[in-house]
Structures are given as C-alpha cells and as structure tokens.
C-alpha cells in the first residue's frame, strides 16, 4: 500500500503530554525554545549551529507538515496537555514502509528537561510505531557522548546494538564522532 493512502494519527495523547503534527504558524514557539536551548543543542544538532531565525524555523515547520502528509517523515511537537507549553519536539525519520522500519528522533527545550517528558514521549512514539504503524523495528542512533540523549532509549528498553566508530563528523566538523545504534523489534 502507498503510505500517502494511510490513515495516520495526526495527534497522539499521553498522561502529560499531546504530540501533533506541525501546523502553519508554530514556527515562533518553536524558534523560541530553539534559543533558549542554543547551549545544549548546538553541539548536536545541525539546526541549531546556525541560530535559525524565526522564519527560517516557520519554513522548516510548514516543510515537515508536508512531509508527514507525504509520509516522507512523521514529526510531532510535543506540549504540555494542561498548558498547551511547548516541550520539545520527536517523530519518524529514516523511515522504510517496505519493512516497515523508523528511526526516532527528538530534543526538548532546556528548560523542560529533567522532568521525563520525552521519554514519555519517545515511549509512546515507539508503541505507536510497533502497534499502530505495524513496524518491525524501531531504533534510535545518538552520538556515543550525548549522554543525555542515549539515556532515553536505555530507559525505554531498547537494545543497544552497536557502536559504529568514526561514522560520522561532528556537527561542527571539526572530529569523526562514534554513533550508538538502538533497537526495537
């Protein structure tokens, strides 16, 4: 089956939390949390390197509303229920339909962290993946040192599968980095 023709949940609820689809005109509240996590986000993350103005985080929000719609990838943001606060953001990257495979991925504002919002989050992503979108692996890959990062997937249960050694250059180029590869099946 073509995966445009799927019916795929555009919001999904938590205990906490409501993850949905990025809509036109969440670029601001996205943007914001973007700089007030510059410190911990740009060491990782190619977006953040370059502190994305507002209208460059609109565009890149309204691009991945139509990738989900494409099912290219599958992006939530993530908000307090009670709220409406933005948290963070996660979804599906990578993904092949013919397995069906995905490959999660996510960072949260600094000043939500420590709370286990995205391992709530990444928890449900994973259930949703395997149940719902019938997937026969899920896995999430992080640089070996982002220790914050490889912690969620060891909370949740997945099985760190190996170490892939100088896979990848630093978000600033400058060093070869090691990539930790989780799974789930």
Known sequence: ??????????EIET???RLRMPQ???????????????P??????????SNPSVD???????????KFLTRESLRYL????????????????????????????YWIDSRMSGKGYMVEAVGKLT???????KGKRVEIRCESTNNKSKAIPERLGYELEGILRNEDLS???????????YGKI
Request: net charge negative; hydrophobic share 40%; aromatic share 8%.
């Open 1 to 10: 089956m073509n995966p445009v023709l799927m019916d795929i949940s555009t």
């Open 15 to 17: 205990e906490r939390l």
């Open 24 to 38: 036109p005109g969440d670029g601001a509240k996205v943007n914001a949390a973007i700089k007030a996590s510059l």
């Open 40 to 49: 911990e986000l740009q060491p990782c993350l190619g977006f953040a390197r």
């Open 56 to 66: 460059d985080t609109e565009t890149n929000t309204r691009e991945a509303h139509a």
């Open 78 to 105: 993530v908000f307090l229920k009670e709220t409406n606060e933005f948290v963070g953001s996660t979804g599906f990257h990578n993904i092949d339909w013919t397995i069906p495979k995905f490959e999660i991925g």
């Open 127 to 133: 259930e949703f993946a395997l149940t719902e979108l």
């Open 171 to 181: 978000v600033d180029g400058e060093r070869l980095t090691d990539t930790c590869v």
